[in-house]
């Protein structure tokens, strides 16, 4: 695993050393999820869909939303 030593900003920014970034095949605009422990910070990769897949899932999921929308208002009123 490589390792390397980093400051964080002002601002609380880190740049990761390219050697990583290369190693990791990690992009500007990438996402990455940030864990803490009690001694340590962990960066993981995130896949997040592109806003396509998103309203395409979406899309999918719609009509069972307005089905669920609609028993909530029945029992709502009942």
Known sequence: MKSDVITISTKGQIVL??????SLNLQAGDHL????????IVLKRLDLPTNVEFEDWLDAVRPAMQKNEALFAEHDHA
């Open 17 to 22: 050393p390219v050697e990583i970034r290369r």
């Open 33 to 40: 999820a940030v864990y803490a422990t009690d001694d340590a």
